[in-house]
């Protein structure tokens, strides 16, 4: 027996505690071993950290990741897409497992709203074997029915884990909502969800994307992107004068489409007023439950608006994100996005540093010496 460490949520709003379990090293048919090779820090590992989503502890958190296979399971051969699998391969894969055979996965098609699923990293307790089930470890362990990705030799794991779950989301978001060429949008946050849905809508066609956020390093990134006007918060300080600015550049009368990736009550009952008439709003950052706010209905039928919910993705969004960020790395650079690496050792300092947004995206690399 080897044993292998983890930075495991024992406690909400407390600092994750370092473990070490054993590692199992044969796994069952259909399952894999993983050695982790990077794994992102995401804004609902934040939330969860804080206690903002109902799930059982402990949780060894990441639900963004990829590793190197380390083993394979009797009868586990080929990825996802059908490509073969081998030890050795570096390998993604989405976090929700579904059972494919509930209400919503078979009668209503809608995989995401699985009465019976679980995500790696977010309700997958290591309470008991096999442990590894989040990517703040030195191994990942990959239940039967896992959809796997192995990822080509010319797309950077840096990209990946830029991207992170954002990417899958946005474009599982966007495909809901629709964007017609030179359409323009509004993205109402510049964290990677907020980056991530600038990319995506610049490649459905926007003609116009105008990026409200902040720090201004995450502004300079949204400009990488290609953002065509950015409305920075800490200049721009109240929901008046942001819509304002808003009318302003959409001659008076308001965006297409309105993008929420900011996961704030109060950033709906703005972005709802930033739509032109007839135009369409796009619930996306509200993973967990940050509370109510008070809001008027009227507003959806004086604009007849379209309004939208999106929740996580399905792992065809997986396959799409892949080859999109392998075929537009020099467009939108999500390798960039990893601004810091941190080992699992310093896990608690880069939770905390991404919860300030001091960062534009974390990343825990557990072969890293602190």
Not at 128 to 134: D, I, K, Q, T
Not at 206 to 223: Q, S, T
Not at 241 to 255: D, P, S
């Amino acid at each position: 027996m080897i044993t292998a460490k983890a930075s495991v949520l024992e406690q909400f709003k407390a600092p994750l505690a370092l473990r070490n379990f054993s590692v199992p090293l044969q796994p069952e048919p259909g399952a894999a071993l993983v050695r982790t090779e990077m794994a992102g820090i995401c804004g609902t590992d934040v939330h969860l950290w804080k206690g903002e989503l109902p799930i059982t502890l402990p949780v060894i958190l990441g639900h963004e990741t990829v590793g190197i296979i380390h083993a394979l399971g009797a009868g586990l051969e080929k990825d996802w897409s059908g490509q073969p699998l081998y030890v050795g391969d570096r390998v993604t894969w989405t976090p929700g497992l579904t059972c494919g055979t509930c209400y919503y996965c078979a009668e209503k098609k809608i995989p995401t709203r699985c009465v019976n699923r679980r995500a790696y990293g977010i309700s997958q307790s290591c309470a008991s074997e096999p442990y590894f089930l989040g990517g703040y470890a030195e191994f990942h362990y990959l239940k039967p029915r896992s959809n796997i990705f192995k990822l080509p030799d010319d797309l950077p794991t840096e990209s990946v884990i830029g991207a992170g779950c954002a990417l899958n989301t946005a474009i599982h978001g966007v495909e809901r909502t629709g964007i017609s060429r030179n359409d323009t949008v509004v993205v109402q946050g510049a964290g990677p969800v907020g980056i991530a849905a600038l990319a995506v809508a610049k490649s459905a066609g926007a003609g116009r994307v105008i990026m409200i956020g902040a720090p201004k390093h995450r502004l300079e990134m949204a400009k990488r992107f290609g953002a065509d006007h950015v409305i920075d918060l800490e200049q721009v300080k109240t929901p008046a004068e942001r819509i304002a600015a808003v009318r302003e550049l959409t001659g008076g009368y308001g965006a297409d489409v309105v993008l929420e990736c900011v996961g704030l009550p109060a950033a709906v009952v703005e972005g709802m007023e930033m739509c032109r008439d007839g135009g369409k709003y796009l619930v996306l950052g509200h993973y967990c439950d940050a509370g109510t706010v008070a809001w008027n209905p009227h507003v959806v039928t004086r604009k007849q608006l379209s309004v939208f919910g999106s929740w996580s993705s399905e792992p065809r969004h997986m396959k799409t994100a892949l080859e999109f960020l392998r075929t537009t790395r020099k467009e939108f650079p999500f390798a960039e996005m990893v601004s810091h690496r941190f080992s699992l050792e310093q896990t608690n300092e880069a939770l905390g540093m991404t919860a300030s947004g001091q960062v534009t995206k974390s990343a825990i690399v557990p072969s890293l010496k602190s």
